[in-house]
C-alpha cells in the first residue's frame, strides 16, 4: 500500500512539474521569413501562426512533419506555391528541436525536450494555458 502512495505522489508531482515548464504560447509570424508579400504584408502570417502553435506544443517527429506540411498547403492555398515550397524547405532545415532557437520544434518547453509524445496530462494542460491567454508577440 505505501508503494502504491508513494507511486501515486510521484506521478502527480512529475505532471505537474511537467505542466509547470510550458512557457505561454507566443508566436513571431513567420519568424526569419517575411509574413507575406510587399503589396500584401501578411497574406501568409495566419499560416505561420499555426504552425507556431504545432512547434510551440512539439510532438512527435511525425507530429513535426504534418506541421510542416499544413504550412506549406496553407501557403499554396493563399496563391502562393512557390514561397511555401520555400517555406518548406525552410522549416525542415531551421526548426529542429535540438537548435538552441525561439522558433526550434516544441519551443514552449524547456530546450533540449527533442521529440516527445504529449502525455494526456500535458496535452490538456497546453490547451488550457493556450485557452486562457491571447498570442503574445516575439516581435
Not at 501568409?44 to 517527429?61: I, N, P, Q
Not at 532557437?101 to 488550457?128: D, M, N, Q, S, V
Amino acid at each position: 500500500m505505501t508503494k502504491q502512495i508513494f507511486a501515486l505522489l510521484i506521478l502527480v508531482f512529475s505532471t505537474t512539474t511537467t505542466l509547470a515548464e510550458l512557457s505561454p504560447f507566443t508566436s513571431d509570424g513567420c519568424s526569419v521569413f517575411p509574413d507575406g508579400t510587399l503589396e500584401e504584408n501578411e497574406l501568409w502570417m495566419s499560416c505561420c501562426v499555426e504552425h507556431d502553435k504545432a512547434y510551440w506544443l512539439g510532438g512527435t517527429r511525425e507530429q513535426r512533419l504534418q506541421a510542416d506540411e499544413q504550412l506549406k498547403q496553407c501557403v499554396d492555398e493563399v496563391g502562393e506555391p512557390e514561397i511555401a515550397l520555400l517555406m518548406l524547405a525552410g522549416v525542415r532545415v531551421g526548426g529542429s528541436p535540438f537548435f538552441p532557437t525561439k522558433f526550434r520544434w516544441a519551443y514552449g518547453w524547456p530546450y533540449l525536450r527533442g521529440y516527445k509524445a504529449l502525455t494526456e496530462a500535458e496535452r490538456e494542460g497546453a490547451k488550457k494555458l493556450e485557452a486562457s491567454g491571447e498570442i503574445l508577440s516575439d516581435q
